[in-house]
């Protein structure tokens, strides 16, 4: 069984950098494909971006494009989300989660951390 | 991009109701679909893949249904528990999107 489970909330500044971690257990990161989505207050579910095993790359949503950066610490197990000139609308839940194959040739978010929250305020 | 849309944004229904909420693709996404349970404070729980697999350990209540554009899920006899934001994915391209959610409340 995986578990996920992440670092503690954050209040940034506007312009401001944030690291969010993501702590594996129950597979090695090396065996998962790890994603990020966010969620603004009352609002719906953001894909970030995560690693594409097919093309062994890490993609990301195109309008987060030079402000985030998603890395693995395979010695620790443990995935990070890095995201730099935070503005207010960065204000959101954060999460990890495991991009799984499923039985029919499609994919699916199968295993999700528990979210960190972070706010960006002046 | 592809856009997600669902209907109704939210409903109230009572315990015993039958519920369908309905999740529209802006161009044809084949069987591609996901949905997805969401408490307050909670994070999303998968429900049904390729539209219509139920994932394991779902109860059987749940449903789903659709294909190409137009994509239903369905819960035969509500219970207390299922007052929930339900939401769908596309897995057919990327970027995955997600459509806006759907929440259940108690009549």
């Known amino acids: 069984q995986v578990q996920l489970v992440q670092s503690g909330a954050e209040v940034k500044k506007p312009g401001a950098s944030v690291k969010v971690s993501c702590k594996v257990s129950?597979?090695?990161?090396?065996?998962?494909?790890i994603h990020w989505v966010r969620q603004a207050p009352g609002k719906g579910i953001e894909w970030m971006g995560g690693?594409?095993?097919?093309?062994?790359?890490?993609i990301y949503a195109q309008k987060l494009q030079g402000r985030v950066t998603m890395t693995e610490d395979t010695s620790t197990d443990t995935a990070y989300m890095e995201l730099s000139s935070l503005r207010s609308e960065d204000t959101a839940v954060y999460y990890c989660a495991t991009l799984s194959r499923d039985r029919v040739g499609g994919t699916l978010f199968d295993y999700w951390g528990q979210g960190t929250l972070v706010t960006v305020s002046s | 991009d592809i856009q997600m849309t669902q209907s109704p944004s939210s409903l109230s229904a009572s315990v015993g109701d039958r519920v369908t909420i309905t999740c529209r693709a802006s161009q044809s996404i084949s069987k591609s679909l996901n949905w997805y349970q969401q408490k307050p404070g909670r994070a999303p729980r998968l429900l049904i893949y390729a539209a219509s697999f139920l994932q394991s350990g779902v109860p059987s209540r749940f449903s789903g249904s659709g294909s190409g554009t137009e994509f239903t899920l369905t819960i035969d006899s509500l219970r207390p528990e299922d007052f929930a934001t339900y939401c769908c994915?596309?897995?057919?391209?990327?970027?995955?999107?997600f459509g806006g959610g759907a929440t259940v409340e108690i009549k």
């Open positions: 690693f594409d095993p097919e093309d062994v790359e890490t």
């Open positions: 994915q596309q897995s057919y391209s990327s970027p995955l999107t």
């Open positions: 129950g597979y090695s990161l090396n065996e998962l494909s």
